[in-house]
């Protein structure tokens, strides 16, 4: 398996990809929280659980989104789901 330079082989990007995007697009990206509840692990699994496409490819490696989720401390889709079911915060409702 071939990897990119900016590819962390355990999923997401490594410290040198990080830095590229800061250079490139200005943002400021931070490693992977793989415990705990914080908002930012929270706001991944969210956009995750609901991510189309495979967990393995066709040989039966796991795909990029499983090395990720794998990298934030989840095991599957499911356990991400109910991890956001859990911890997400309700949104505030309006009194009129």
Do not use: C, Y
């Amino acid at each position: 398996m071939v990897l990119k330079k900016h590819q962390n082989p355990k999923g997401g990007l490594n410290q040198a990809g990080r830095d590229h995007f800061k250079r490139t697009e200005g943002a400021n990206l931070k490693k992977p929280i793989s415990s705990g509840t914080d908002p930012r692990r929270i706001s991944f699994a969210a956009r995750m659980s609901n991510l189309p496409g495979p967990m393995v490819d066709s040989k039966g490696r796991p795909t990029r989104k499983a090395l990720s989720l794998k990298a934030w401390g989840f095991d599957s889709i499911a356990e991400a789901k109910a991890f956001v079911a859990k911890h997400k915060k309700k949104p505030a409702t309006a009194k009129a």
